[in-house]
Structures are given as structure tokens and as C-alpha cells.
């Protein structure tokens, strides 16, 4: 299970990163097709680290809200 943080774009394009995962990114014009999207995402970025027996990332990712 990995969070991720949800977002639109200028040009009402639903961005979704994982943070616990750099670079792991997607999108999609709506919020479930970024959402699938980024399912995709992360299980290849997972597997390519399986592959190159590199050690995947712990989800260590907490959220907070500032109110400014």
C-alpha cells in the first residue's frame, strides 16, 4: 500500500505522485483515471526494482495540513 497525493493541473489534468517512491508520477483527465494510472506506475517501478535487486522504499509518508 503506497499514498499518494493528488492534485490538478493548469490544464485540468489530474496529477498523482508517490512520494515515498521519487519520480513515480502520472496523471489522467479525470481523478479515477489518474488514480489506475498510478497503480500502473508503481507496480513497474516496483518491479524494475525487483529486477535490478535494488531495495524498494518503505512507505514512510505522512501528511499534514498547514493553515496559513
Known sequence: MRQVILYKDEDNYWIVECP?????VS???TKEEALANI???ITGYIAALEEDNLPIP??????F???V
Do not use: M, P, R
Not at 20 to 24: R, V
Open 39 to 41: 497503480k500502473e506506475a
Open 58 to 63: 518503505e512507505e514512510n509518508f505522512d501528511t
Open 20 to 24: 515515498s517512491l521519487k519520480g513515480c
Open 27 to 29: 496523471q489522467g483527465k
Open 65 to 67: 495540513l498547514v493553515v
